[in-house]
């Protein structure tokens, strides 16, 4: 890559941010597609600081992350109808000066489930959180037709999510991360972990006890540090099908690379950037 004047800027929003695979993903699509342009990471006060960043600077777009997707929201311009009902951004555009924001992390969930033959209609799935990521994760299963409950340790901000959704999409569940056993009945069931728990250094636990897992079932968790966490490598042994966190952060960051500049992603160049970052992260 070749830096001068005339270098496009591109960035990551959050706190923490520095720990992000996002710049390795797209310096590289950048370079791969021949775009004068860099992406870096950056730790704002508030999310009204990143919006007067990305005006004052010029920058072109930006991805959002935790804990900034929702209170984003009430700073930038415009926002996109699904992000809207989803409540919840993680990605900004700049138009000359106009930012709109987008939410991308659905559209990679169902991408990187649809990668490894899982379908949706009428299928139950378990939504293990009620954050930001929850929030798109479960809206794009609704959307695709699945049938969703909400499980998480507090069972007020499961319930509050599960209203949320269900003002879009009438029916959905929610309970207690405990009752999990007794509500995974389907042969299959699809369980979705969007918490941290399993997230590097505390690679020894787990969010779910894994014992109720059994062969039909889908695991997905979007933990991507380590890359097979204690639920993956548990849900593997039972005999289930597992999906990887890398490959939903893969497909959410090729739909954020389309929406800033209209151009295809390399995804082989973009899944490759990502395998060398998480395999350099695991030997250090």
């Given at each position: 890559m070749t830096i001068d004047s005339h270098t496009a800027l591109y960035c990551v929003f959050g706190r923490p941010a520095r720990h992000s695979l996002s710049p390795a993903i797209h310096n590289a699509a950048f370079e791969k597609n021949g775009i004068n342009a860099v992406y870096l990471a950056f730790e704002?006060?508030?999310a009204i600081d990143a919006v007067r960043a990305v005006r004052s600077l010029g920058i072109?777009?930006?991805?959002v992350t935790i804990p900034f997707k929702t209170e984003i929201i009430?700073?930038?311009d415009e926002i996109d109808p699904i992000a809207e009902k989803i409540g919840s951004v993680n990605t900004l555009v700049n138009r000359s000066g106009n930012i709109t924001g987008y939410n991308t992390d659905g559209f990679g969930a169902i991408r990187a489930l649809q990668a490894e033959g899982v379908t949706f209609p009428g299928r139950k799935a378990y939504v293990i959180g009620n954050g930001g990521s929850a929030r798109a994760i479960a809206f794009s299963l609704l959307e695709e037709k699945s049938l969703v409950a909400i499980l998480g340790r507090d069972e007020r901000k499961s319930a509050r999510l599960a209203h949320d959704l269900s003002r879009h999409f009438p029916g959905v569940e929610s309970g207690h991360i405990s009752s999990i056993a007794e509500k995974i009945p389907e042969d299959d069931a699809i369980i979705i972990n969007t918490t941290p728990v399993g997230m590097f250094p505390d690679i020894g636990s787990c969010p779910i006890d894994p014992s109720p897992l059994s062969a039909g079932h889908t695991v997905f968790d979007i933990v991507y540090s380590p890359v097979r966490t204690r639920l993956i490598e548990s849900a593997g042994a039972a005999g289930c099908k597992?999906?990887?966190?890398?490959e939903m952060l893969l497909y959410q960051?090729?739909?954020q690379f389309e929406l800033w500049t209209s151009s295809q992603a390399p995804i082989a160049t973009m899944r490759a950037a990502l395998a060398s970052a998480l395999a350099n992260r695991e030997i250090r």
């Open positions: 704002p006060e508030r072109n777009g930006a991805s009430d700073a930038i597992t999906v990887l966190g890398s960051g090729a739909r």
